[in-house]
């Protein structure tokens, strides 16, 4: 078993030490990519599925920009058409949906509010409605709906005990103009110092992943791709020239025998014969002579080929 393990573990060493070829480079560039971007994707579903490794925070409340539709645009739809809401005339009629979470560890108590949560707006946005859509406890979904407001284009929300993990989710619909203005939340309450702002819409997850999966399938590439390209560069004798002794000594011979400037052509064949004889000397009976009856059968080779290419071009008095 030893035995075989050694013979084993020589073969390997010996491919290992072969030199590498344009379309090993080319294989392990493909193959470098492909495993980045199956890594990537195996860490976007892991952090999908598992979330932020972070110590939640003691107190701390998440806004959720769930969902947004533009309903209707009048610029875009039609001039000629004319849309009313309640009796009110809308230039674009636009759905949010937005989630208020306490994502903290600790309860967040009525008494805990100095100023309420709002919605607030840039100038152009009017808001016509907002309807509490879900929550997770039927008496905060209750308490929610009775005491929702809208006063001065500002929805305020009520001071509601929300333990942790307590969530309610609601519809507002507002009117805006052809361009679209900004939205934002604001509060004051006992230990936070600010709210937490998250959009989880479709175009947002969209954009979120694109970039995730663009900055990990480099840095993949990266870590997998530069080991490799110094590994090929080192091993490599065709590409980067390590070949040069056995190209040097089949040119020379020839500039010997036929006192002459050698074409293109023939210092392009002789490197390929150079690494011929390169890969010989590294893969064991990969010929069936010696190495140097190798290198005189290639060199023969090459001048019966210089012979030809003279032939073609000069006039040979006999």
């Known amino acids: 078993m030893l035995k075989k393990a050694k013979k084993w573990w020589a073969e390997v060493r010996a491919n290992i030490k072969a030199p590498a070829s344009v379309a090993n480079i080319i294989g392990a560039v493909i193959a470098t990519l492909i495993a980045s971007i199956i890594m990537s994707v195996f860490l ?8 932020s490794i972070n110590e939640i925070p003691n107190r701390q409340i998440t806004i959720y920009r769930d969902n947004e539709a533009l309903l209707f645009n009048q610029k875009i739809n039609s001039p000629d058409l004319i849309v009313t ?7 674009a009629l636009e759905m949010l949906e937005f989630t208020i979470q306490n994502t903290g560890k600790e309860t967040i108590h009525v008494e805990d509010y100095e100023m309420p949560i709002f919605l607030y707006s840039n100038s152009g946005n009017r808001f016509l409605q907002v309807t509490i859509k879900d929550s997770n406890n039927s008496i ?11 006063v001065d284009n ?14 309610y989710t ?4 507002l009117d805006r103009p052809p361009s679209p203005q900004s939205v934002g939340f604001n509060c004051r309450i006992s230990g936070i110092s600010s709210l937490k702002y998250v959009d989880r819409t479709k175009r947002a997850q969209f954009y979120q992943q694109r970039d995730f999966m663009t900055k990990t399938t480099i840095i993949m590439s990266l ?10 560069i080192y091993t490599n004798k065709k590409l980067f020239g390590q070949n040069r ?5 089949i040119l020379g011979r020839l500039k010997l025998e036929y006192k002459t400037k050698l074409p293109k052509k023939i210092k392009v064949k002789a490197g390929e014969m150079a690494s011929l004889l390169e890969i010989a000397t590294k893969i064991p009976n990969s010929i069936e002579y010696p190495i140097k009856e190798y290198e005189e059968y290639l060199y023969n080779k090459l001048k019966s080929e210089f012979d030809n290419y003279l032939k073609d071009r000069y006039t040979i008095i006999k």
């Open 85 to 91: 809401y309640k009796g009110e005339t809308v230039q």
């Open 223 to 232: 870590i997998i791709f530069v080991p490799l390209t110094i590994y090929l």
């Open 140 to 150: 905060l979904k209750n308490q929610v709906a009775e005491s929702i407001s809208i």
């Open 154 to 167: 500002t929805i305020f929300f009520p001071n509601v005990l929300l333990n942790s993990n307590d969530y």
């Open 44 to 51: 976007q579903s892991v952090f999908d599925k598992f979330g």
């Open 245 to 249: 002794k056995y190209k040097k000594n």
């Open 170 to 173: 609601v519809t507002i619909i």
